[in-house]
């Protein structure tokens, strides 16, 4: 695969982006499958291996019948999951009683870790779905989930809902206009920052709904 044939995904660091972008599409190529799980799992963790330059490219190889779509797609969520449970259990065991022991010279008192893990337990499951559509949080979704010990059945399904979208996203993306370069330059800030409305619009449905409980619940219902 010629990286002619590739988008350049920022203006500015054309050179480092490109030698980057050759890499990863040789290295998936090279690994397959596997490459694309493994790539998928460190984009799940807090390392910066953003799934953009990953995931485009890689609906573009199967665009050029390189690769096939479904197995691209269950290997991208079983990634995502993977190194999101590392996360979640590096939260869980070493985060936690770090913030305990230190979280007070961060302004971090155990009152406040009680009130997270309140939160999470009750909007934990849209935090997480939510959280894995927007760039930038996605690497850090699963260290409250973590520390507040949420349901960890729960945790993999709005991972991989929400991680399963978002790969379909880039793949199509790449599929369709991974190689036009004008065609990615103008629409993916469009696909990101839509994402972010459609999160927007997720959560204040969530409230609302919630509310519209809140105000319908009949104590003696409960009884």
Not at 41 to 57: K, W
Not at 87 to 97: E, H
Not at 128 to 147: C, D, E, K, N
Request: charged fraction near 15%.
């Amino acid at each position: 695969m010629k990286l002619e044939t590739l988008p350049a995904l920022c203006n500015g660091c054309e050179h480092e982006v490109s030698t980057l972008l050759q890499w990863l599409v040789d290295f998936v190529h090279e690994l397959g499958y596997f490459g694309v799980f493994l790539m998928t799992f460190l984009e799940s963790t807090i390392l910066p291996v953003p799934s953009e330059i990953t995931m485009i490219p890689v609906g573009y190889l199967i665009f050029q019948g390189k690769m096939l779509f479904w197995p691209v797609l269950i290997l991208s969520v079983l990634g995502t999951v993977a190194g999101a449970l590392v996360n979640y259990y590096f939260a869980m065991r070493i985060g936690r009683p770090l913030l305990i022991r230190f979280g007070k010279y961060f302004l971090l008192s155990e009152k406040k870790v009680d009130k997270l893990d309140r939160f999470f337990s009750r909007h934990g499951e849209i935090s997480t779905f939510t959280g894995r559509l927007i760039p930038g949080l996605r690497h850090f979704i699963s260290l409250p989930a973590g520390l507040t010990r949420m349901n960890i059945k729960k945790f993999c399904f709005y991972t991989s809902l929400g991680g399963g979208i978002w790969m379909l996203t880039l793949i199509a993306t790449g599929y369709w206009i991974g190689g036009n370069q004008a065609l990615l330059h103008h629409y993916m800030p469009w696909i990101i920052r839509s994402a972010i409305m459609i999160v927007i619009v997720i959560v204040l449905l969530y409230v609302y709904l919630g509310r519209r409980r809140v105000r319908n619940y009949d104590p003696h219902d409960a009884v």
